[in-house]
């Protein structure tokens, strides 16, 4: 019986192969599959419903049901059987169908008289394309040769969808994956706009063969993959005694995959029924990622990275597309990944126009470097990279944290037009270069960048900024897979100070921690790493490494002024911990005759609430005093900043948060301690405006904004905004953003 099954599934899928060779239109091929579907399972009915759009699927061929009903009727998925298929990934089998929760009928179609119903979903590694449906009058289950057979049969259907087999003649392109324009909501990890094209990090398997001829063969081919496989985990295990406790686990995680007998005996029984070696891989990859998704098992789902990087790791054995397919990088490319680390993100360097990412966080090693190429940025674009090709037109706007992909001419229109008014803009700041930031009162406000990277100081001279309020020395950290040697840092840092010339680096030590692991550190498995063991916190319990940077950066100096800040501090315990460290290491260089920073400057990044309400004597130890506002509004606010649904909730304008920013303002000038404003929001000229008229006297961003804050600040009065901001406040306003906003209207 299993044999006459498995003969009768080769035959039908051989035929299909040929009806889909045959010349003629998508629509024509269509007709014919279901026709030979429903014959070869001895149905009355057999119908292909495909995605018009994410939440619609639309009937685009049928065999027994009206076929007046063709691309007219449609459904929203999850309504229905068949949306309850394409919504869950997993096949509907009744046989009295009426009767199932959640049936639709649908009168256009002549369905009522069936009550047999089996549909199984069309999809390919997570990517739902549509659905399969079969149905007879008599009242019966299929059974599960039958289910698994219409599975397999779904499966080479999902590939010849996506090789848009069925585009044409008047099924007005349904079906044709990848051809549609696409939108993705995510959010903005790097400010900026960019036009490019696709550049997937991690180029897509293309299954071009999805039938077997010979089933032994495949098996064959199947087996030595299989064997290749084990055998490059085998090598990388071998090499990973340096590997932390987590990455050794990951290897021994595909190991055990690699080793599942279910696993292989699945792909083997697909080969059996008629599939090739790669169909087969890829319909247990469809299959198993769609019962993971539905998982309430964290760890379950957590698990389909693994899967997925397995497989295709089969895939590139079975077909020999490498990750280098041959392809040439593009003159505009913007780069697509699911995650990336910073070393292969400064690998592409400043060619690319752009990024997006399914993955990531504002506070990731992505993130930073993007900032420091002042590449536009898009994080959590979820199923982008199933949705990209290599080559597809791209929009990313880092503003909006949207991504527009095969944008149509219209929106591709409005979108040139946005970076033409954008580029126009930064010319005319070009003309302030050199002119202070002085408003119409007369006061002068100090912009500085801040830098991450040697490729960012060419930007000090041409951004017109006064000298770097924040340099991220972590990014020297987090691009190795070792740590740097003290000489290679105080060769760096010299090189720094070499390139700003007479303008003053403020060095902030190792910022690491939560989102900001290194490589060659064991990551803390903490609930809440924001919160947790990072920053001065890391560097007081390693003395070890911030006493080796802190070497690095007196030498870097050769003797020149020199700012060190220390970030995180929460306690002025711990500052002055940091601070006495510092000095040791000013006696010990002393000591030994090198040469020491004719000037040292010591001040602490004020990020945590905690520290606006320190002794005067904190104040008076600090040299200066940067308030780091990323993580202070989040701390401020209890509002994550990697969570969308409550970091936006809560406004910069807001008027406690302003009164406590201004409190922090008197005490630093009570105690003569230089203060700044480090963060995104001192880019955002509204709220750099707002922070200047407080009192804040310099302001540190990313360079490109530099322009469009001075241009305001030139504009405005400060001593005017002041007193409306003061004004609004008394009044009771819980956002000083309408009042800022009105005076900026009349300006």
């Known amino acids: 019986m299993v044999e006459r099954s498995e003969s009768d599934s080769r035959s039908l899928l051989r035929r299909l192969r040929d009806t889909l060779a045959t010349p003629g239109g998508g629509q024509d091929r269509l007709d014919r599959i279901t026709h030979l579907i429903a014959d070869s399972m001895r149905t009355q009915v057999c119908s292909i419903y495909l995605f018009r759009d994410p939440e619609t699927l639309e009937l685009c061929a049928t065999e027994g049901l009206n076929p007046e009903s063709v691309h007219k009727?449609?459904?929203?998925?999850?309504?229905?059987?068949?949306?309850?298929?394409?919504?869950?990934?997993?096949?509907?089998?009744?046989?009295?169908?009426?009767?199932?929760?959640?049936?639709?009928?649908?009168?256009?179609?002549?369905?009522?008289?069936?009550?047999?119903?089996?549909?199984?979903?069309?999809?390919?590694?997570?990517?739902?394309?549509?659905?399969?449906?079969?149905?007879?009058?008599?009242?019966?289950?299929?059974?599960?040769?039958?289910?698994?057979?219409?599975?397999?049969?779904?499966?080479?259907?999902?590939?010849?969808?996506?090789?848009?087999a069925f585009i044409g003649d008047n099924n007005n392109g349904i079906g044709a994956a990848h051809r549609f324009p696409v939108m993705f909501r995510g959010t903005t990890g790097q400010e900026g706009a960019a036009e490019g094209h696709v550049w997937l990090h991690e180029p897509r398997v293309v299954v071009t063969n999805p039938v077997g001829d010979d089933p032994d063969a495949e098996l064959k081919r199947l087996e030595e993959a299989i064997q290749a496989l084990q055998a490059q985990i085998e090598d990388m295990l071998e090499g990973s005694a340096a590997m932390d406790k987590e990455h050794r686990q990951v290897l021994e995680t595909y190991k055990m995959l690699a080793h599942s007998r279910g696993w292989f005996r699945r792909m083997s029984e697909d080969i059996g029924l008629g599939l090739s070696a790669e169909a087969a891989v890829e319909k247990e990859q469809s299959t198993a990622r769609a019962r993971l998704e539905q998982s309430p098992d964290l760890y379950l789902r957590e698990r389909l990275n693994d899967l997925d990087d397995l497989s295709n790791r089969l895939l590139r054995l079975l077909t020999g597309q490498g990750k280098d397919t041959g392809a040439e990088l593009p003159p505009d490319p913007v780069l697509i990944a699911r995650n990336i680390g910073p070393a292969e993100l400064l690998e592409y360097g400043r060619a690319l126009k752009g990024v997006v990412l399914e993955e990531g966080s504002v506070g990731s090693h992505a993130a930073i470097v993007a900032r420091a190429?002042?590449?536009?940025?898009?994080i959590h674009a979820e199923r982008v990279i199933a949705e990209a090709l290599n080559g597809d037109p791209i929009l990313v706007d880092g503003d909006q944290g949207v991504v527009h992909l095969r944008p149509e001419e219209t929106v591709a229109a409005a979108f040139r037009d946005k970076i033409a008014m954008q580029a126009e803009a930064q010319k005319r700041y070009a003309d302030l270069r050199e002119q202070p930031a002085t408003d119409q009162s007369g006061q002068t406000i100090s912009l500085m960048m801040n830098a991450g990277l040697m490729a960012d100081l060419p930007s000090l001279k041409g951004s017109g900024a006064d000298g770097v309020g924040l340099f991220r020395t972590e990014l020297q950290f987090l691009t190795r897979t070792r740590v740097p040697r003290r000489s290679e840092l105080a060769a760096l840092y010299k090189r720094v100070m070499d390139a700003a010339g007479d303008k003053r680096v403020h060095f902030r030590t190792l910022d690491i921690g939560s989102d900001k692991v290194l490589p060659y550190m064991k990551p803390q498995d903490e609930?809440?790493?924001?919160?947790?063991?990072?920053?001065?916190?890391?560097?007081?319990?390693?003395?070890?490494?911030?006493?080796?940077?802190?070497?690095?950066?007196?030498?870097?100096?050769?003797?020149?002024?020199?700012?060190?800040?220390?970030?995180?501090?929460?306690?002025?315990?711990?500052?002055?911990?940091?601070?006495?460290?510092?000095?040791?290491?000013?006696?010990?260089?002393?000591?030994l005759g090198r040469t020491v920073p004719c000037d040292l400057k010591i001040g602490a990044m004020l990020e945590t609430p905690s520290l606006g309400f320190a002794p005067e004597s904190f104040f008076k130890a600090c040299d200066f005093i940067s308030i780091g506002g990323n993580d202070l509004k989040q701390f401020f606010f209890a509002a994550d900043r990697e969570n969308e649904r409550v970091r936006r909730r809560y406004d910069t304008l807001d008027a406690a948060f302003l009164t406590f920013i201004e409190q922090i303002i008197a005490r630093c000038a009570a105690n003569n301690t230089a203060l700044s404003f480090c963060g995104e929001d001192a880019g955002r000229p509204v709220e750099a405006l707002a922070l200047a008229a407080l009192g804040l006297p310099t302001l540190s961003m990313r360079p490109a904004s530099i322009g469009p804050v001075k241009h305001l600040i030139r504009r405005a009065n400060l001593r005017e905004l002041r007193e409306i901001i003061v004004n609004a406040r008394d009044a009771g306003a819980q956002s000083l953003r309408p009042a800022v906003t009105a005076y900026l209207a009349n300006l």
């Open 73 to 164: 009727t449609r459904m929203r998925l999850g309504e229905g059987l068949v949306g309850r298929v394409a919504r869950t990934g997993q096949p509907v089998n009744t046989g009295n169908a009426p009767a199932e929760p959640g049936f639709r009928y649908m009168p256009e179609t002549g369905e009522e008289i069936y009550s047999s119903f089996l549909g199984v979903p069309i999809q390919r590694v997570g990517e739902k394309l549509g659905v399969l449906v079969v149905q007879s009058r008599e009242a019966r289950e299929f059974s599960e040769d039958e289910v698994y057979g219409l599975e397999v049969v779904a499966m080479v259907l999902a590939e010849m969808t996506e090789l848009g």
């Open 527 to 591: 609930p809440n790493p924001a919160m947790g063991w990072r920053a001065i916190r890391v560097g007081l319990d390693k003395p070890g490494v911030l006493r080796m940077q802190l070497q690095a950066l007196i030498r870097g100096a050769e003797g020149r002024p020199l700012s060190v800040m220390f970030p995180f501090i929460a306690t002025p315990s711990e500052f002055h911990a940091a601070r006495a460290s510092l000095l040791r290491e000013m006696e010990r260089e002393a000591a």
């Open 373 to 378: 190429l002042s590449i536009p940025l898009v």
